[in-house]
């Protein structure tokens, strides 16, 4: 079984800045495909970056392409999400995700989840 923890969301004004980390434990993470969803209220849970066993490997969704930057430390267990130029409609619960195979973009794919941290962003 995989445990997930986030940590770093809060509140930041349009235009700022951001970064959340996502910590694994009970299995290691090179095995694990990761990924990072959002979901704000209302709305179906959303595909922001896949990250492969390797950082070159990165699947970006087009809304954040270019503003949110993804990254995997197989020896810390931690995957990062920075997250710059932010927009009020980047407000979400952010979630860590991880998967025992390559990763898709259907969130219900996906085997492990974090509890989730806000990221509320102002105007």
């Known amino acids: 079984q995989v445990q997930l923890v986030e940590s770093g969301g809060g509140l930041v004004q349009a235009g700022g800045s951001l970064s959340l980390s996502c910590t694994a434990s009970?299995?290691?993470?090179?095995?694990?495909?990761m990924g990072w969803f959002r979901q704000a209220p209302g709305k179906e849970r959303e595909f922001i970056v896949g990250i492969g066993w390797s950082s070159d490997s990165l699947y970006y969704a087009d809304s954040v392409k270019g503003r949110f930057t993804a990254s995997r430390d197989n020896a810390k267990n931690t995957v990062h999400l920075h997250m710059k130029n932010l927009k009020p409609e980047d407000t979400a619960v952010y979630y860590c995700?991880?998967?025992?195979?390559?990763?898709?973009?259907?969130?219900?794919?996906?085997?492990?989840w974090g509890q989730g941290t806000q990221v509320t962003v102002s105007f």
């Open positions: 009970g299995r290691t993470l090179s095995t694990l495909t």
């Open positions: 995700a991880a998967e025992s195979g390559p990763g898709t973009y259907y969130y219900a794919d996906w085997d492990y």
